[in-house]
């Protein structure tokens, strides 16, 4: 699914399910197990977590995952 969205991905907003905002997507980098997701923190998230790549009325698109625990610590 991201896969056919890639060029949208940097400058995408990333959102988790539990609706907490995780910033911004600046990069998607190829990675032999999974692509990962560079967040503006420096997180990364490998694509396997990505719910859904929607549209948002900025013109631009919002990244909606579903992380394991523990990911963003």
Do not use: Y
């Not at 967040?39 to 790549?53: D, H, K, M, Q, T």
């Amino acid at each position: 699914m991201l896969a056919a969205r890639e060029d949208a991905a940097a400058g995408a907003g990333v959102v988790g399910t539990d609706g907490v905002d995780r910033g911004t997507c600046i990069a998607v980098l190829k990675n032999p197990a999974n692509d990962l997701l560079e967040l503006e923190s420096g997180a990364l998230v490998p694509v396997i977590f990505v719910e859904s790549v929607v549209p948002n009325d900025a013109d631009g698109f919002v990244i909606t995952i579903d992380p394991p625990e523990g990911l963003f610590e």
